[in-house]
């Protein structure tokens, strides 16, 4: 607020205006801005040496209170900054000032500029943010495909379990085999370079098989949400331009599948079919689609997000997993969910194994059972059911090396009450959105660690920027409201259609 006590006293004021009164505050503004005079010369009085000396005062009136001595000398202006030492830390209002400093300059020097040109942040600010902890984009690894890195596992170690449910086993290049074989059968029935090939399968081993033999056709896969209304069921599967749909049996004589076999489509189990075992396999680069994933539609039309193979690789590989071979990750979300991204190619390319949950719902008691049964020591969770389970199951957890949650606002509660319960786990909080490959920032809460209010968004995931821009994509400062920019890997080639 800026204020001239000439026009109106505040006494008046207060009293016209009637305000909210609190001990704690001023009753019309906390911040000011306020015009003084320099010192006024010295009162020459007979026979003594007068100087002007300024009144130092102890308290201030307002929160924030910025004046400004608006007759230069020597060229300079003379502002300065009070604040009230219980609100404001010194760092605080000396950056204030330095920001001030430099609009003036920027506006000094440059009369013609628009508000939105003006740059707000000092040099050092800009450096923090734009080459600092917004991530520095270097990319995680060399430009590869999910087959070339999964490939690399087999020949590391072919007779590794790759896939279990429990009942059926796979090893690695027993699982590399059964997707050539398949693969082959796709491109003798059409599927050939980014064909986008619907899935219609629940969860299974099966599943993973037929995921990899359409990646070898050269295809990218888009799984079906088993559980959406058959009328979207359908026309996801409609909007994709495959010959094909995978099915098993759950799905081969389901109204969907007989709807899209009626309309042209072949409806295929992952079963290879010999006469097309010498079918070759085209070449796949890392810019094709890996699959395609669709938002929930909860704020608009539901659209078909790409994903190339680079992103999910560079997601998969990003050091801060810290994935080894001899970890177990529970396969468990759905697979047209995007965080069965991380269950499935996280474990696959760093040589671990993919356990597949049983296709039923996941609660703490049956979490604990099956998570005590199969070793699993990794797990991906919803920050729904996150909560849910830290709350009122946290033995669930007993067994984990490592909880990652995200996708929605996650509870510092949760967080704390996992880790005091279980002070060996990593709870690893995440944020991202489709678009970018599950995740962007991801930050590991490890032992005493505890979170305050609220769980942060974290730190950028590797080969990723983060951005925070006004309404003219100019950088915020630090605390400034604004938008997130997302840059780097990971990001979708864009919507299907």
């Known amino acids: ?68 001595a608006d007759e230069p000398i020597d060229g300079e202006l003379g502002i300065g900054i009070s604040y009230a030492r219980d609100l404001f830390a010194h760092r605080t209002v000396e950056v204030l000032g330095q920001r001030l400093r430099n609009v003036l300059h920027q506006v000094a020097t440059d009369s013609e500029t628009t508000i939105s040109r003006i740059d707000v942040m000092t040099g050092q600010e800009r450096i923090d943010l734009l080459g600092g902890f917004g991530g520095s984009g270097t990319p995680v690894t060399e430009s590869r495909t999910v087959l070339d890195v999964f490939d690399e596992q087999v020949e590391r170690a072919p007779g590794r379990i790759a896939i279990t449910d429990g009942t059926v086993s796979l090893t690695y290049v027993e699982l590399r085999d059964r997707a ?71 799905f081969e004589q389901h109204e969907v599948t007989n709807a899209l076999v009626a309309g042209g489509r072949t409806a295929l189990r992952c079963e290879a079919d010999h006469a097309a075992e010498d079918e070759p396999l085209p070449t796949v680069l890392p810019d094709q689609i890996c699959y395609v994933m669709y938002t929930s539609g909860s704020t608009g039309e539901p659209k078909g997000i790409q994903i190339t193979h680079g992103g999910v690789v560079d997601l998969a590989c990003d050091p801060s997993w810290g994935m080894q071979p001899e970890d177990r990750v529970l396969l468990h979300s759905p697979h047209a969910f995007d965080a069965s991204t991380w269950e499935l190619w996280g474990p696959l ?31 991906s969770l919803t920050a729904g059911l996150f909560r849910v389970i830290a709350d009122d199951s946290i033995e669930a957890f007993a067994e984990l090396d490592e909880i990652t949650t995200g996708g929605d606002v996650i509870s510092a509660d949760a967080v704390n009450n996992t880790l005091r319960h279980c002070p060996d786990i990593v709870v690893r909080t995440t944020y ?24 942060p968004l974290g730190r950028p995931m590797g080969g990723t920027r983060l951005f925070v821009l006004d309404e003219f994509l100019q950088p915020v400062p630090v605390g400034v409201p604004g938008e997130l920019y997302i840059a780097g890997s990971g990001l979708a080639r864009g919507y299907l259609g």
């Open 1 to 68: 607020a800026a204020y001239n006590h000439q026009d109106l006293p505040f006494e008046l004021l207060v009293k016209h205006l009637q305000p909210t009164r609190s001990l704690a505050r001023h009753p019309l503004f906390q911040i000011a801005l306020s015009r003084a005079d320099r010192l006024p010369p010295a009162t020459p009085l007979p026979g003594l040496e007068c100087a002007p000396v300024a009144t130092p005062l102890r308290i201030v009136k307002f929160d924030l209170e910025i004046t400004v």
């Open 180 to 250: 050539d074989r398949l693969a082959r059968t796709l491109v003798a029935a059409g599927v050939s370079t980014e064909t986008l090939v619907p899935m219609l399968m629940q969860r299974s081993v099966d599943l993973v098989v037929g995921i990899l033999a359409v990646l070898r056709a050269g295809g990218g896969y888009v799984p079906i949400h088993t559980a959406y209304p058959p009328v979207r069921m359908k026309r996801v599967a409609e909007e994709t331009n495959s010959p094909v749909v995978l099915v098993d049996d759950a």
């Open 349 to 379: 390319l760093a040589g671990g194994r993919v356990v597949v949950a049983p296709a039923r719902e996941i609660d703490g008691a049956f979490l604990k059972d099956l998570v005590h049964a199969t070793g699993v020591n990794r797990l």
């Open 432 to 455: 991202g959105p489709t678009e970018a490959t599950l995740c962007v920032t991801q930050y590991p809460w490890h032992g005493t660690e505890r979170a305050g209010t609220s769980v």
